[in-house]
């Protein structure tokens, strides 16, 4: 069985702070990695896709990597605010199967 | 641009009724569409997919059912719902990078 584990569950921190979510998953065989957002009651909101050809993809004050060989990514995200306070999942899909196999979730609580 | 829209957001269903959820997306043309389920402090589990019309691959046995009578056009179904069948639904499809978007997601509760 496919698993994903992320680490921490639960991250609270000052407006401002840079701050890195763990993702590691038992695969090696993937064929991408997504990281998402998801707000309480809400679908989930993409915020990165790393092909598994990638190391790491940037969008504004997130980064995220991928290192296939220690079945780990991170998400970094600089400069936090308040509005970021959500739940990020990190998924992975294998080379074989239409499934996403998702993590747990980290919560996410931005203090002003 | 794509979007995707789920409905109803909200569900309250007596055990032993029926279900019908109901997702489309615009914007885009065949998509790979997807149901998944998010119960409370689990994962998300995929429960069926489709490639095509008419072609749904179930990932896991249980008391639902998926339909793709159109092309954007993915329905969530049940005959008689259980309390098991509670949770949070969302509707999904994939871009040709393999992107995956969300619905807003439809929460079930079945008393």
């Known amino acids: 069985k496919q698993e994903v584990t992320q680490i921490p569950a639960a991250l609270s921190v000052p407006e401002g702070e840079n701050l890195v979510l763990n993702c590691s998953f038992t695969d090696s065989a993937i064929y991408n990695l997504q990281w998402f957002r998801q707000d309480p009651g809400k679908g989930l909101t993409s915020l990165l896709l790393?092909?598994?050809?990638?190391r790491e993809q940037t969008s504004g004050r997130l980064n995220a990597s991928l290192d296939k060989s220690s079945g780990r990514s991170t998400l970094y995200i600089a400069a936090s605010q308040p509005g970021d306070s959500a739940t990020y999942l990190c998924a992975f899909k294998s080379n074989s199967g239409y499934a996403l196999n998702f993590g747990k979730g980290t919560s996410l609580l931005v203090t002003p | 641009s794509q979007t995707i829209h789920q409905w109803p957001a909200t569900l309250v269903q007596p055990v032993g009724s029926p279900l019908s959820l109901e997702c489309t997306v615009e914007g885009t043309s065949n998509p790979n569409l997807y149901w998944y389920r998010q119960a409370a402090g689990r994962g998300l589990q995929l429960l069926f997919y489709s490639v095509g019309i008419g072609q749904i691959s179930s990932e896991v046995p249980q008391n639902l059912s998926a339909s793709r009578p159109q092309d954007r056009q993915f329905i969530l179904s049940s005959k008689k719902l259980l309390l098991s069948d509670s949770g949070f639904y969302l509707c999904a499809w994939s871009a040709q990078t393999g992107e995956l978007f969300f619905g807003e997601g439809s929460r079930l509760t079945v008393l």
């Open positions: 790393i092909q598994s050809s990638q």
